[in-house]
Every structure is written in C-alpha cells, then in structure tokens.
C-alpha cells in the first residue's frame, strides 16, 4: 500500500491518511478482507507518530471501512462497504455545498462541475 502524505496540507494527516484508504478501497488497489499494515508498521512506514494512525484506523472502523482483530490485525471490511445512509447523504451534502457555492462565485458553470465529478469518478475507478 503507498500512502503519499503531503505535511504542508491545511488537511490533517490522519485525515489524508483515511481518504487515501477509502479512495484504495474505491479504486479497489485494496481488497475487501486485505490485511493492512499494523498500526506501529505503518506510522514507522510513512514516517508519523502512532497515534495518528491509531485515529485514522478509529475513524474507519467506526464509519465501516475495516476491521480490527486482535489475531488477525487490521483488514479492509471483509463483508462489504457500509451503506449509504440518510446521516452519510446528508454529510455529503454539508461537505459538497461550501465546494460548489466557492466554484459558483468563481464562475464555474454547472458543466464544469459535473466535468469535474465526473473526471474523479472515473479517475478514481479508473475508467
């Protein structure tokens, strides 16, 4: 697994840490059930202190993503990706809103941002 940090980033690095998984998992470089490196291996891996992997590995296994097991050690979600939920819908919308209304006052037309989507979609499953 490569994981591409960049420390100058306003986005805190246990948080690119959580996109870069989920977006392994989108673009299936990861498999369902695929073991990841232990805590302590990957933050010794990429260079960050332990906790920081600690809270990405927390948040995803609270949203679904993976799995923690005391044998068997971290794996992507074995079973399947959590469903879209009402409350993750509506988080997107929160998240996507300010994005849109900052394009919309720099001039971006609805094409351009439907471009946009469209080119990361298909980016991200390589299609």
């Known amino acids: 697994m490569i994981i591409e940090l960049d420390l100058q980033a306003e986005v805190p690095i246990y948080t690119q840490l959580v996109n870069q998984i989920i977006e392994g998992i989108a673009s299936r ?63 997107q919308h929160r998240e996507l809103r300010p994005i849109i209304a900052e394009a919309i006052c720099r001039g971006m037309g609805k094409e351009q941002l439907l471009d946009i989507v469209n080119h990361l979609y298909n980016d991200i499953t390589q299609q």
């Open 29 to 91: 470089r990861l498999q369902l059930g695929e073991p990841l490196p232990s805590v302590r291996s990957l933050a010794s891996d990429i260079g960050v202190n332990l906790h920081t992997v600690n809270k990405a590995y927390t948040l995803l296994k609270q949203d679904g993503y993976i799995q923690i097991h005391r044998q068997r050690g971290v794996v992507v979600h074995p079973d399947g990706m959590p469903p879209v939920t009402k409350e993750f819908s509506d988080k």
